[in-house]
């Protein structure tokens, strides 16, 4: 069935540094869902991306898809204590139009 | 806003009863869906629903049914809990089309089983 990996699983930034995650699928996607998790929380939807070649903003987050609708990243400038959590991806199956997850990127900001 | 209320936060149960998990929402979602969350595994479906009396299974329904009698109730059933359904619980709703709508999501259950 469709997976989509989602990379790095962990990563540790000292606050201000920037910070990465990206989504890739094998096949062709309809469109991308971001959503992030707090410790002790709720995934909570961010953006949902749907256009080749998308760029869209969320204050110091930025929301990339690929050119060819495979990929996707998101990318938190200057990151500061408030963005630790777990973002996750979500595509939806071209086989079963179900919202697949990928396993989540978990951000730690040392102050 | 939407509201996801899940019916209890934590819940701790013996191996072989029957476990009721209880959703609702209060946004006349068409589209409900059942979470479970594992660390590494990331977030897996198991039963989701898109209309009253409606479900469809989702990538591990096995040990697992559902019940939406009403359309602002979504019900988990565990038949015969077993240890290895120790987890992490989530509970969504969305509107329609589900496939390109976001979720919105309870707070969870964390369901431990003895």
């Known amino acids: 069935g469709q997976q989509v990996m989602q990379i790095p699983q962990y990563q540790h930034v000292q606050e201000g540094e920037d910070f990465t995650t990206y989504c890739n699928s094998s096949?062709?996607?309809?469109?991308i869902q971001w959503y992030k998790q707090r410790p002790g929380g709720h995934p909570v939807f961010l953006i949902q991306?749907?256009?080749?070649?998308e760029v869209k903003k969320q204050k110091r987050l930025t929301f990339q898809f690929g050119e060819a609708k495979k990929n996707s990243s998101l990318h938190i400038t200057a990151t500061q204590t408030t963005d630790v959590g777990t973002y996750f991806c979500a595509v939806t199956s071209s086989n079963t139009g179900k919202l697949i997850f990928g396993q989540g990127t978990t951000l730690q900001v040392k102050p | 806003d939407v509201k996801v209320t899940q019916s209890s936060r934590y819940l701790v149960k013996r191996t072989g009863e029957k476990v009721f998990l209880e959703c609702v929402q209060d946004m006349d979602h068409e589209n409900m869906f059942w979470y479970r969350q594992d660390p590494g595994l990331g977030l897996r479906l198991i039963y989701f629903?898109?209309?009253?009396?409606?479900?469809e299974k989702g990538d591990i329904p096995e040990g697992y049914s559902v019940s939406r009698e009403k359309k602002e109730r979504f019900s988990l059933i565990l038949e015969s809990a077993s240890t290895n359904q120790t987890s992490m619980y989530l509970c969504?709703?969305?509107?329609?089309?589900?496939?390109?709508?976001?979720?919105?999501f309870g707070n969870g259950t964390r369901l431990t089983v003895t």
């Open positions: 096949t062709t996607l309809s469109n």
């Open positions: 969504a709703s969305s509107p329609a089309p589900y496939h390109n709508s976001p979720l919105h």
């Open positions: 991306l749907v256009k080749s070649g």
């Open positions: 629903s898109y209309d009253v009396k409606m479900k």
